[in-house]
RNA sequence: GUCCCCAUCGUCUAGUGGCCUAGGACACCGGCCUCUCACGCCGGCAACACGGGUUCGACUCCCGUUGGGGACGCCA
């Protein structure tokens, strides 16, 4: 039987980081053994649901190239499935109606913690005869009081829970509606789903639905519990972590398959492989492989890795990136030609494809703004005009403003000034950058152009003929 | 508090009883390359939480301690 296994978030915000992990785990192991990855929404609470969210999380899938196989599917379309599962229960009488009010049963999990012990339902309606008409009730499942729930995890090994520490849960709130544990049953079982992969923090709930299943006498299926992914403080990754919008990590300049290879070798190895491409990561990735210690989310290795995927890709692939890079510094139109030379120019210099923008912003501006001080005073300042002035005047009289003759022509000024490259090219880099750091000073001059090259020259030379003494 | 899970360099990890005076990667620090910045290359710093067992022999197996995390909702 082929593997089925589904992604399961619940509306109520954006996809981050850790979900996308759980989601890029799903798909990589099912497309290793040929099966189907399954986007289930599961917005069986109402209240907190919202379209934005669900919106955010496809677009965020979609972005890292997470897109299913199968759905989305919509839990709010399943309720009468789900309310049919717990009338059967109920009727079969392994569930049963509570009529207890919010208030008796805050009241008795206080106790219960003043006690010491782990707070829990303690099922005194279990045996209620009595049915108030008027009276509001929940449906609560009758937990089996003896033995054990237990399974074997494909990451976590055994685990065993003794059934005298689950209490019995809700499956239909007195509103009527379902609830997360009964509708995640009836759906994983209607679906298909044989291997749920899904986070750590899902462990209490399986001894639960492990005995739903039994109850309703379905096959339960396998489990894979991943370790958590902790922000730098080692707790659960959470809002004040910068757990934002993996759609947030585009905005930032990083490309989907890095931020996937960088998720992918949070708990999972291949031998001493750390740079992996997509095609690697679907046919290597296996669940089983995965290890069970929580990991901290490092800025720095996603920002190496991301600087590898811009430096591997080609300047083609990268161009959609670095045009809506561009485009929201308002630069816009460029010719593609033009931007693929310097994408490449800038590849190994960037580790994102903010930072290649805004080191490569300088050829798009009409003026620059005013030289980067230390840049000014290390290099610019000690510059004599006429080696600037010499510069511009070989420059001007080319005849084509070409890479190589741009080349020629720079190395024939400083042999005929008698200088070291060095000497003349970083006064003439300030001048044309603002800053000291760019790619060679002839692929700069190149990329700047005539025209601006040379009035960059001219604005330097007339700076410093004019600098106070 | 109760239950469940986890524990190798700062971080991500390799390691499945002898190959380990513990390997790789990021970060950091040197050096090389060099017109700058990157890239690349070379080198350095840095870890088996602790205590008991088991064994001829434990990072590796067992128990305990400590530490960390998760769960304990008419949320998912």
């Known amino acids: 039987m082929s593997v089925r296994t589904r992604f399961a978030p619940s509306p109520t915000g954006f996809l981050h980081i850790g979900g996308a992990r759980t989601a890029l785990f799903c798909q990589l192991h099912t497309r290793r053994l040929g099966g189907t990855f399954i986007l289930r929404i599961e917005d069986t609470d109402r209240e907190r649901s919202t ?3 669900v919106d955010a999380i496809i677009q965020g899938l979609h972005w890292l190239g997470l897109d299913p196989d199968e759905g989305p599917y919509f839990q709010s379309d399943n309720t009468a499935l ?24 805050d009241a008795l999990r206080e106790s219960q913690r003043e006690q010491q012990i782990k707070p829990r339902y303690d099922g005194r309606c279990r045996t209620r005869t009595d049915f108030p ?20 995890d494909h990451i976590q090994g055994s685990i065993r829970f003794p059934n005298e520490e689950l209490d019995d849960l809700i499956l239909v709130r007195s509103d009527g509606s379902p609830t997360y544990n009964l ?5 994983d ?17 399986t001894p639960r639905q492990i005995h739903l299943f039994q109850a309703l006498g379905w096959p339960v299926p396998e489990y894979a ?33 890095a931020l996937n290879n960088y998720l992918l070798r949070l708990g999972w190895s291949h031998g001493e492989q750390e740079l992996f491409t997509r095609q690697e990561m679907q046919e290597l990735f296996n669940i089983r492989e995965v290890g069970r210690s929580a990991a901290i989310f490092n800025l720095d290795k996603l920002l190496w ?3 590898h995927h811009i430096r591997t890709a080609t300047a083609e692939q990268l161009l959609p990136d670095y045009r809506y890079q561009l485009d929201k510094r308002g630069i816009r139109g460029q010719d593609t030609a033009y931007l693929l030379q310097v994408i490449t120019e800038f590849q190994s210099r960037a580790k994102t494809m903010v930072e290649m923008v805004d080191k490569s912003l300088f050829l798009f501006v009409d003026t620059l703004g005013p030289y980067e001080e230390k840049a000014l005073k290390k290099h610019l300042l000690s510059a004599l005009p006429q080696s600037l002035m010499a510069l511009h005047q070989a420059l001007a009289g080319l005849e084509t403003w070409q890479a190589q003759e741009i080349d020629h022509c720079f190395r024939q000024v400083v042999a005929d000034l008698q ?30 152009g005539r025209s601006k090259s040379l009035q960059r020259l001219q604005d330097a030379i007339d700076f410093l003929q004019n600098k106070p003494k």
């Open 51 to 53: 379209q934005e969210a």
């Open 82 to 105: 789900y309310l049919a599962a717990a009338e059967r229960l109920l009727a079969e009488g392994k569930a049963y109606r509570c009529y207890c009010s919010r208030e008796s049963i």
């Open 225 to 257: 519990h991943m370790p958590l992914l902790h922000g730098s403080d080692g707790s659960k990754l959470s809002k004040r972590h910068g757990a934002v919008s993996v759609l947030q990590y585009r905005e930032d300049g990083f490309l989907p398959d």
């Open 133 to 152: 008409a008027e009276q509001p009730f929940v449906i609560r499942f009758q937990t089996p009081s003896s033995g054990v729930a237990a399974w074997e």
């Open 183 to 187: 509708a995640v049953v009836v759906d």
């Open 305 to 307: 890795i991301n600087g």
């Open 419 to 448: 200088m070291e490259m060095g000497q003349l090219a970083q006064p003439v880099r300030v001048a044309l950058t603002g800053t000291a750091s760019s790619p060679g000073i002839h692929e700069t001059l190149y990329l700047l």
């Open 189 to 205: 079982h209607n679906m298909g789903i044989n291997l749920v992969i899904r986070g750590e923090d899902h462990i209490s709930n």
